[in-house]
Structure formats: C-alpha cells, structure tokens
C-alpha cells in the first residue's frame, strides 16, 4: 500500500515521515525546505507500507518547482492513501488545500499536526465535526513528540483498505451551475481520462486559469476550449472579478465556514518566545542581532575546532615516525600505510573538527525559525543584486553543502532567479571549503583573518550577482515569505539533523580521502606526481604558490578539502606555516575557495540548469578565482 | 479611500480591498490566504524599501515591497 504526505509547506510532513523512516528527510522550520519526495518503507499489520514525503504546496494550482513535483506525483502515481497533515494552528487557511485534495477522490485521512500549538493558540477544534463535514477520518497529533502517529497511520491503512473517499463539498449555487456543465463538456471529451483525474476537478482547474492543464490539451480539443472561454465569461461577469478569483475566494469562503463552525477559541498563552521577533526583526535591533548571531557562531565554530584540531593532529603526525621505525620509509609498503594514515588523519582531526559544530549550530538556526526571518531582514540588499529575500535560504544552506543549496533554489519562482541564485551559491565556502578557511587561514595566520576572508567572499558575491542581474535583466516577481512561530530546537533531532549530514563526509568524502591520499603517496613513489606539477606549473608560478600545489588542486575537484589535505601531505609536514608563507596560504585558499565547484556540484547544476549555463558557472568561478588569487598574491 | 498597502504604517488594520496583479501574485497570495475583503494588519516595515510583515489569519506573511504595491487595501 503507498500513503502519500500531502500538506502545506511547513505542515510537519517530514516530522512525521523521520519519526516512520528515521532521520531521512531534513526537517526545519521555513516553509518549502523539502524540494523531492523521499520514500521509505515499513511495516503495518504485516503489510508492507511505502509511505512518500511529498514537498509542501498551498493549493493545487502550483508555482514553484517543488510543488509541481508534489502534485504530479499525486496525479501520476499508484498513490493509496492521502495522509492531509495540516498544521492545526492555521486551520482556516489549511483547509483550502483540504477542499482541493478531496476533489480528487482519492482515499483521505487528515492529520491535524502541532495540536498542542493550537491550543496554546486558544484555537480548540472540534475533530469529530471535522470529520462529519468531509467525511473522512482526522486525526490529532504532535509529530514532533511522536504522539498520535499510531494511530494516524492504522487509520489511513483501514481508509486505504475500504478505498473511502470523502465527500465534495459544493460551492455556492450559481458557481455549481457552471461547473457543472463545464464536467459534463469535460466528460463527453475523455480529456479527463487522459489525465487520469476527476472531471470536476479538471473543471475547477480551467476556471482558475491553471496553466499546466491549459497548454496540455489547448491543442488536442480547441472546441472544449471555447466552452471554458464562455463558462469562465459566465463567472466573470456575475462576480466582476476574474473566474479565478471567484473560485479562490469561494474556497476560501468555504474554508472559513468550516473552520467557525468546528472551532471554539479560547484565550491564547502568549509565551516569551513570541516576543523575540521584537528583537530579531527590529528595523536597528534585528541587523545588530544577525551579525552578532553570526559573529559568535564563527568563534564557536573556530574554538571547538581548534581545540580538538591541535592534539589530533599532533597524535597522528607521531604515527608515521613510528611506522617509520619497523617499515624502512623508502619502500612502497611505507608510501602506502603513511598515506592511509594521513587520509584517516585529515578526516578525523582536520575535518570533523570544524564540521561538527558548524552543522549543529546551522540545525539549531534552521529548527528555530531564524532563516525566513533573515530573509526578511535582507531582501532589500537581494534586490540590489537582482533577487529578493527568499534566495537567502539556498545561500545559507550554502554555506553546509552547495548540493542541497542548488537544490533548494527551487523555491524561487523565476528560472533567471535560479540560475543567479545557483552560480552565486557555487562561490560560497561549504563546509569542505569552511575547514580550509579555518584550519589553514585561522589556524596558522589568524582568526580575523578568516574573518576577513569571509566578509571579502561575500562582497565578491555581490559584485557577481550585480554582473550576473545587469547581464539578465529582468524583474524578480518579489518575496511571498511565510513567516513561521518559533519553535523551540529539540537537541535530538539537531544531532539526527547533524549525523544525516556528516554521513555524507563520512562515507563519500573520507574513503574518497583516504583512496586519494594513497593514490599520492604512490604518485610520490613513483615520482609522477612531479610531471602532473610541471604541467600546472604555469598556473602555480603565475600565483606565486609551491609547485606541488598542481596535483592538490585536481583532488580539489572532486571534493575541495581533499586540496588542503593533500596539500598538507605533499609539503610532507603538517606545519604548514614552515614551507608556505602567510601569503601564499592567502592566495591558496583564496584560489580554493572560487575556483571550479566540486564534481557533486557540477552535476546538480547540470541538472537544475542546464549544460550550457553550467560550463557558464564552471567558467566564470575559474576565471573569478584566478583573478583574485592573483591579487591576493600582490596585496596581501 | 483605497491605496495599496506598502503605503500603510506598522500597526495599521486595514481591509483587502483588490489585488490588481496577475493571475500569478493572485493565486499566490490566495493560498496564503489573502483575498479580497480579508483584514491584514501591518506589523513591520522594513527599512530600505525592504519588505512588509503582515499578520493574516494568525499567520505571519513577509511581502516584498513591489508585492504589496500590488494589493489594494482601504482603511478599517
């Protein structure tokens, strides 16, 4: 049996598919963070249950990439059940998605998620009126806590087994009247079966313009669409509005009819966490706020790590001497184990370090509700480089892993604002790139410095999307931004958060580390690695860094800090200040940081992008790099 | 009077009165649950022509400033 989670961004939905699957889906709190579905299986009553975690969509009638995702999947897939999680806090609006779900026919259970919040809201629902009015089963529950999701989920398998359907709810009778021709038209031409869905719902979706349907079938029966011409005229000039509007607002009045007749409301409990926004979204106090957040977020990052750093690094580096003493270090067995070692070394003491509290302070951040309020605070400075507040998130994300950033992208709704808003995601330093900046910059120049480094990285930032927008000019459609409550983080979902991105270092980038780390040992065995160095030669001497610099820089593809790891291990010392100096540690990481993104990036882009625009992104950020490496080597 | 609604002050409640964008900002707006004849109340007002806060049906909703150029609105 397949349950689909269908619901309003920020609903809960991969709440409640982790607390099935285990921590699979990344969870936060700003709408639109699930772009794909993610399936898991499990098991219920000794059936096998396919349970899918569909992105968020306020209605049917879809924008952005990810919903359209979400209801292409409805419409296309073998989907069994319909689980509605709706958030329980925002019922009125909620329902509106509610009313379209159930033109489907599909079988249907609601799930009236953060139960607990409506009710500190003093929203208190009556669920068994609920259920009576559309006729299919609702279920309260607090995914976060677990609760009610037993129960939840043994009522959508008995839904699913019976194949219930709920009931239409009618609109008013002069929009039946025209709805209900317009599904008889529908019907007589088999348009609804090639879509495999209700005809009245095919029929709701023409009246509101919805332009996938439209430019589907315009072609195949122009008759049926000079039917809709008129129905739509026939709305139109009753209401005086546009035939969509007029179905919007019926829903809407529908909704709000529901939700006064089954809720009673009751004195909300204002809590100290409601007033936090006086601070954080503050014309004066809320700037002052994010740069302190992030101030104190880089020492945190920059304190663990070089606490743990340090000792580490030091208890391995007296690994090889020691290995040195029962294996003669001239023979290919030694180059073998000391690059192994050295791999393990870099993931371990270099990596792990800075990652760890990086990740969980971002999760803390994401689960509390910060980022959309950073959107808000900085949409005005995104409209100066052609995009508005909503891009701020992939560029956050950014700053983890570029591969989920390009991903996320796809919550802005121009294809001019994802592709700006994917190159300028390459250029900023991921976690890979952050340990660079740390561990070299920070730990053998100074704090400030990597300080320095990032601030410079975000003006260059600017400049690009400035060239970038002047190059595409065109309006961005601007910020619809929900602004979430708060929530307070829970500490065990921040550590699930944090593991299910370290995995992705953990099991692809360090065997990729340690394979590479072995790989050049044998290239120094072997001495070819100085024969890859002389063909880089031009690029090094013309930016001022060592020759063995060229063979690091090609291991920097495939992850960007394989580059210092390598770099470490071809200087042959882990002091690197002793070989390199401040400035070309400057111009090296400088170069890191910009040039060509990581094979994992390359690839993503080439997905949401395009070929062309990706060797665009590939090309730009390499001359980007050059350039400012270059000056880096002759100011700094 | 009708003006739009960038043009009201923080703490203002004011009534939806027409959205004169396109279909797009239409639906969009909709679904968060905006339309006509609904009642908005501006909370913030970011500075540099950034965006506007609006509580709506217990929610909160930043809208850019062209956006919000775009919604009608007349005063309660």
New interface residues.
């Given amino acids: 049996m397949k349950i689909a989670l269908m619901g309003q961004p920020n609903s809960g939905k991969s709440t409640l598919f982790n607390h099935v699957a285990g921590y699979k889906a990344v969870t936060s709190n700003f709408p639109g963070k699930t772009v794909e579905y993610t399936l898991t299986k499990f098991n219920l009553f000794g059936q096998a249950i396919e349970l899918v975690d569909l992105p968020g969509t306020?209605?049917l009638?879809s924008?952005d990439l990810a919903e359209l995702e979400a209801r292409k999947y409805l419409l296309n897939g073998d989907v069994d059940v319909v689980i509605n999680v709706i958030d329980a806090?925002?019922l009125?609006?909620s329902l509106?998605l509610t009313l379209q779900l159930l033109e489907l026919k599909l079988p249907m259970v609601i799930c009236l998620n953060m139960i607990d919040e409506a009710e500190r809201?003093g929203?208190r629902i009556n669920v068994e009126k609920l259920s009576e009015v559309f006729g299919v089963p609702v279920v309260p529950a607090v995914a976060i806590k677990g609760k009610g999701i037993k129960g939840l989920f043994s009522t959508a398998y008995r839904v699913g087994e019976k194949k219930k359907i709920g009931k239409t709810i009618k609109f008013s009778k002069d929009v039946e009247n025209v709805i209900t021709p317009l599904s008889i038209q529908i019907k007589k031409t088999q348009i609804d079966q090639k879509f495999n869905i209700p005809e009245r719902f095919l029929a709701l979706k023409y009246l509101?313009?919805d332009s996938y349907f439209i430019e589907n079938y315009k072609k195949k029966s122009n008759d049926l669409f000079k039917e809709i011409g008129y129905f739509q005229n026939i709305l139109k000039e009753a209401h005086g509005?546009?035939s969509?509007?007029v179905i919007?607002?019926e829903r809407?009045h529908l909704s709000m009819n529901i939700y006064e007749s089954v809720v009673s409301l009751t004195k909300p409990h204002i809590s100290l966490i409601d007033y936090m926004?006086n601070i954080l979204?503050h014309?004066?106090l809320g700037y002052i706020s994010l740069g302190l957040i992030f101030y104190l977020f880089f020492n945190l990052i920059f304190g663990v790590g070089k606490m743990v750093e340090e000792p580490l690094l030091g208890y391995f580096y007296k690994l090889i001497p020691l290995l040195g003493e029962s294996i003669d270090s001239g023979t290919l067995l030694f180059s073998i184990i000391s690059g192994m070692i050295q791999g393990l070394a870099g993931g371990i003491a270099i990596v792990l370090p800075y990652l760890f509290p990086f990740l969980f302070g971002l999760a803390i951040l994401e689960d509390l509700g910060y980022l959309?309020r950073i959107?808000?605070?900085l949409?005005?400075?995104l409209?100066k480089i052609g995009l508005?507040?909503k891009a701020i998130i992939p560029f956050i994300l950014g700053y983890g892993c570029t591969v989920p950033a390009i991903m996320a992208t796809r919550i802005l709704?121009s294809k001019r604002d994802r592709f700006i808003a994917s190159v300028l995601a390459t250029m900023i330093p991921c976690a890979a790139r952050m340990t660079i900046i740390f561990a070299l910059v920070a730990f053998y120049i100074s704090p400030q410095a990597a300080l320095v480094i990032y601030i410079l990285n975000i003006i260059v930032i600017i400049i690009s999307g400035k060239i970038l927008s002047h190059l595409l000019p065109e309006?961005t459609?601007?910020?619809?931004?929900?602004?979430?409550?708060y929530h307070i983080p829970s500490i065990k979902v921040a550590f699930a958060k944090t593991w299910l991105r370290m995995k992705e270092f953990i099991f692809v980038a360090w065997p990729l580390l340690i394979v590479g780390s072995t790989i050049l040992s044998l290239l120094q065995y072997y001495k070819t690695d100085m024969f890859i160095n002389n063909l880089f030669s031009p690029l090094t001497s013309l930016l001022g860094l060592p020759l063995v610099v060229g063979t690091t820089l090609i291991f920097g593809v495939l992850r960007k800090e394989l580059s210092m790891l390598m770099l470490i291990q071809a200087i042959g010392t882990s002091n690197i200040a002793a070989v390199m100096s401040t400035t070309q540690i400057m111009t090296f990481t400088i170069f890191v940081i910009f040039y060509v993104p990581c094979v994992a990036t390359i690839a993503v882009l080439w997905r949401e992008i395009g070929s062309k625009r990706t060797l665009f992104a590939v090309a730009f950020t390499f001359v980007l790099a050059f350039v400012l490496a270059t000056i880096t080597r002759f100011v700094y | 009077m009708t003006i739009t609604l960038d043009l009201i002050g923080e703490n203002k409640k004011i009534k939806v009165v027409?959205?004169s964008g396109g279909?797009?900002?239409?639906?969009?707006?909709?679904?968060?649950?905006i339309?006509?004849?609904?009642i908005i109340t501006v909370k913030?007002?970011?500075?540099?022509?950034?965006?506007i806060?609006i509580s709506i049906?217990?929610?909160?909703?930043?809208?850019?400033?062209?956006?919000a150029r775009k919604v009608v609105v007349e005063a309660e």
């Fill in positions: 306020y209605s009638t924008f806090s925002l009125s609006r509106e809201k929203i509101e313009n509005r546009p969509d509007v919007s607002s809407h926004d979204m014309p004066f959309p959107a808000f605070l949409d005005a400075f409209h508005h507040g709704e309006i459609p601007g910020m619809i931004l929900e602004i979430p409550a | 027409s959205i279909w797009g900002i239409r639906q969009r707006l909709g679904c968060l649950g339309h006509p004849g609904d913030r007002s970011a500075i540099m022509r950034g965006p806060l049906h217990g929610n909160q909703v930043a809208l850019g400033r062209g956006v």
